[in-house]
Nanobody, 122 residues
Framework: QVQLVESGGGLVRPGGSLRLSCAASGSIVSISAMGWYRQAPGKQRELVARFMGGGRADYADSVKGRFTISRDNAKNTVYLQMKSLQPEDTAVYYC????????????????WGQGSLVTVSS
């Protein structure tokens, strides 16, 4: 079994900051991609930021310059530092990982976290 456990969501005023964390645990052989998506009420889930192969980070245009993704490979953990938050950033934020896991054999697996609600409101 593999799971992603998120933490750090909450309520923040416009212009404020929050930091999300996501830790992967279980029978993980390697992680090829790990990052964050979000889904606002009535909207589709969208990419926020992610690490791909080679360590390159991709960001949605709407968060560039405000959000920073980072990671601790030794802990299989990824972080999302969010600054200058605006009401339009209000959403459930989901951690996602693409990885290879060991179940006795080995196979590709995509895993989602439980979701963290971020509410930006005065």
């Amino acid at each position: 079994q593999v799971q992603l456990v998120e933490s750090g969501g909450g309520l923040v005023r416009p212009g404020g900051s929050l930091r999300l964390s996501c830790a992967a645990s279980g029978s993980i052989v390697s992680i090829s991609a790990m990052g964050w998506y979000r889904q606002a009420p009535g909207k589709q889930r969208e990419l926020v930021a992610r690490f791909m192969g080679g360590g390159r980070a991709d960001y949605a245009d709407s968060v560039k310059g405000r959000f920073t993704i980072s990671r601790d490979n030794a802990k299989n953990t990824v972080y999302l530092q969010m600054k200058s938050l605006q009401p339009e950033d209000t959403a459930v934020y989901y951690c996602h990982a693409g990885l290879i896991w060991d179940y006795g054999g080995r196979d590709d697996l995509e895993v989602w976290g439980q979701g963290s609600l971020v509410t930006v409101s005065s």
